[in-house]
């Protein structure tokens, strides 16, 4: 018969196991083979040595508000600074515990509850080989009748709100004259990124909503350097994407341990290549050099989480008008 002593002991080590398993939220794109989501869970899983890092994948804001406290995980990674207010009102996350010194986003970053692990420049991408004298401004853009346009939805596409965004503090209230002008030489609006770019890519318009750090990939992938993003004088709109600590995880060291190891050099050199996104946690003199070397924006244009939250609709009833003259 065995004892209740050994019968503890059994189950302490059950649960010790159970312990060392994090679950991480995220993004499709996240978990695919393309995405960073493979690197870092080798990165992650030797450094923690006999833990386990699973990702759960899909859309990661529907997750939150229909799973709310039911929603089983540890660390949500992939939200971004357009999105985090309302992520933040579903109460469901913690303090993430990490210093922010190492930070090196071009915008003051004191929150405690979402750290940033990446961040990017919206752009518009555009062929070389058709486009000869790209647009140097937003005002030129919206004049140039000879340039063919593919972008995404604000509704559906964190790249087509930042857009949205992006006009909306370049223009406020005449925004609606922007979208219409831009409507006559758009060929599509996708409902996501991907499709956007794979129609760019198949030689559909001679330019797409992307971001200026999307050249890299054609030049690192496929030796093509015949993708650039055109640099505006006015500025261009900064989202940065975020990992938040779920209240509800029963692995609240391995999530702390997670949380530091995104502020890590291994993870913020990974994500520079995994994601094709400017590192959150790396000087400018430490990116990848294809980086380094890409036409960098002079001025940041951001709306904190409560701005953007804030102008979304309005923006978006901007939009609508502009988009159905």
Known sequence: MKSPLFA???????????????????????????GPGPAIKEGFEARCGT????????????????????????????LNTDTTLRARETGLF?????????????????????LPFNWGYNAWVYDKTRVKNPPTSFADLITREDISLIWQD??????GL???????????????????????????VTAGWSEAYGLFTEGEADMVLS??????????????DSKAAAIFSEGHYLT???????SGTENPGLAADFMAYILSPEFQ??????????????????????????????????????QAEERRVPALDLWLEGMTR
């Open 240 to 246: 940065a994407e975020v990992a938040g600590v779920l």
């Open 211 to 224: 971001y200026a750090t999307s050249p890299a990939y054609h030049i690192v992938a496929e030796e093509d």
């Open 269 to 306: 050199q990974m994500i520079a290549y995994g994601n094709w996104s400017y590192p959150s946690a790396l000087p400018r003199e430490d990116w990848p050099e294809v980086m380094r070397d890409l036409p960098y924006p002079d001025t940041a244009l951001f709306y904190s989480e409560t």
């Open 8 to 34: 503890a002991a059994i189950l302490g080590l059950a649960t010790s196991a159970q312990a060392q398993t994090l679950t991480v939220i995220a993004p499709d794109y996240f978990g695919s083979e393309w």
């Open 162 to 188: 930042a857009l949205l965004l992006w006009v909306d503090q370049l223009y406020g209230e005449d925004a609606a004259d922007v979208w219409a002008a831009l409507s006559e030489r758009t060929v599509t």
């Open 94 to 114: 913690v303090p993430h515990g990490q210093p922010l010194a190492a930070l090196t986003l071009p915008i003051d970053w004191a929150d405690d509850t979402f």
């Open 51 to 78: 833990c386990t890092l699973n990702f759960r994948t899909g859309d990661v804001m529907s997750r939150l508000q229909l799973e709310g406290a039911r929603l089983d995980g540890d660390v949500v990674i992939g």
């Open 154 to 159: 604000p509704r559906s596409s964190s790249a």
